[in-house]
């Protein structure tokens, strides 16, 4: 791979802005300074400095993010701070973007990545990627709710539902439960509870596929998932 590419794929502009920077010669390739940007490098071997940082080559970035309340799963926005504002300078330069959305007044798991294809993946209706939600809810859950939720409920546009599994941490005039669903309408969580009539006061996303949220992050704080978590995420259905 060409040096400038390689630059640029790892967040350090444009070819044209990447040839400046090589060009002020703090790009050092095995301890050599280098500002030809035809040069090519191996990057499973070659050892690339700019301005005295060692920069580690990575095709693609996943990050598992505990968003808080008032952060939109968007990569840029004019008048809300976004799950990418949230990010460190190393690793938004990697250009990583949410995975499907999550509400802005919801918490939880948001993964980040730059892998197209995973994302797709991710996203696919095809695909029934299990997500579960922890929520607060104003009205007493039912066992009968229960059995609606399983073969689907239908919503106030008339859509109707997949089966989802609804378990009751605890019921009463503001019951606790988990959910999980295989889709992702838009506010689909709070409008499932609507067509039984309740409301939802608090919502938390806790898992995407085989992946939970790590309990230690706090809100606002994420992480890039280890090996493990990644060939998990990839190969979920193998």
């Not at 799963?73 to 004019?78: F, G, L």
């Amino acid at each position: 791979m060409r040096i400038d590419k390689f630059l640029a794929n790892m967040g350090f502009g444009t070819r044209k802005e990447v040839k400046k920077l090589l060009k002020t010669g703090t790009v050092r390739l095995n301890d050599e300074t280098v500002k030809d940007a035809k040069v090519h490098i191996d990057v499973n071997r070659d050892s690339v400095i700019v301005n005295g940082e060692v920069i580690e080559y990575k095709e693609f970035i996943y990050l598992m993010m505990n968003k808080p309340q008032g952060v939109i799963s968007a990569t840029e926005d004019s008048k809300d701070e976004t799950v990418v504002d949230l990010l460190q300078l190393e690793d938004a330069r990697y250009e990583p973007f949410p995975v499907g959305r999550l509400d802005k007044d919801t918490e939880g798991f948001v993964l980040l990545t730059n892998n197209g294809k995973l994302a797709h993946e991710l996203l696919s209706p095809k695909k029934h990627v299990p997500k579960t939600y922890y929520a607060r809810i104003q009205g007493v859950v039912t066992e009968e709710d229960v059995a609606k939720f399983k073969i689907g409920v239908t919503l106030d546009d008339g859509y109707e539902t997949k089966p989802a599994d609804l378990v009751i941490l605890k019921s009463g005039e503001i019951s606790e439960i988990e959910l999980t669903i295989t889709e992702g309408k838009f506010h689909q969580v709070k409008r499932m509870f609507i067509a039984v009539d309740k409301k939802v006061t608090y919502l938390k996303r806790l898992s995407i596929g085989p992946l939970k949220l790590d309990p230690t992050l706090e809100l606002g704080e994420y992480r890039e998932l280890t090996d493990e978590e990644i060939e998990l995420l990839v190969n979920r259905e193998q």
